[in-house]
C-alpha cells in the first residue's frame, strides 16, 4: 500500500522561507513523477512543481526560481524548499506520485491524472 505523509507547514512572513518534506512508503516504481500541488481557499488545486525518474524538474511560473523540488532515494522523501515566499503562496499543500510517468517538456508540468497516489496535505500560511 502506497502512503504519503506531508509535513513542513507552517506560519511565516513574507520573504520567509519553508521547506517540506513528503514521506512516502510502499512506492517503489523505476519509472514516475513526483510532484508537489497546492489548493488555496475558494481556488483549485494547481500544479507547483514536478520531479521524474530521469531527473528532470519543472516549475509552475509563479514559483520558478524561488521553490525547488528534490528526492531523497535512501530516506524516500520528496522535498520542496520555498524560498521568498508570498502571502499569495499560502494553501494546503499536497505531495503526489505516479508510476509509469515522465516530464515531457521542461516547461510543462505532468497532467493530475498521472499522479494516483497522494498526501493528506500540510498548511503554509505566508503574512503580510
Known amino acids: 500500500q502506497v502512503q504519503l505523509v506531508e509535513s513542513g507547514g507552517g506560519s511565516v512572513e513574507a520573504g520567509g522561507s519553508l521547506t517540506l518534506s513528503c514521506a512516502t512508503t510502499?512506492?517503489?516504481?523505476?519509472?514516475?513523477?513526483l510532484g508537489w500541488f497546492r489548493q488555496a481557499p475558494g481556488k483549485e488545486r494547481e500544479g507547483v512543481a514536478a520531479?521524474?525518474?530521469?531527473?528532470?524538474?519543472t516549475y509552475t511560473d509563479a514559483v520558478k526560481g524561488r521553490f525547488t523540488i528534490s528526492q531523497d532515494n535512501v530516506k524516500n522523501t520528496i522535498y520542496l524548499r520555498m524560498n521568498s515566499l508570498q502571502p499569495e503562496d499560502t494553501a494546503m499543500y499536497y505531495c503526489?506520485?505516479?508510476?509509469?510517468?515522465?516530464?515531457?517538456?521542461?516547461?510543462?508540468?505532468?497532467?493530475?491524472?498521472?499522479?494516483?497516489?497522494w498526501g493528506q496535505g500540510t498548511q503554509v500560511t505566508v503574512s503580510s
Open positions: 520531479l521524474d525518474s530521469e531527473g528532470l524538474t
Open positions: 510502499g512506492f517503489t516504481y523505476a519509472t514516475y513523477c
Open positions: 503526489a506520485a505516479g508510476a509509469w510517468c515522465h516530464i515531457l517538456k521542461l516547461d510543462m508540468l505532468p497532467p493530475t491524472y498521472e499522479y494516483k497516489h
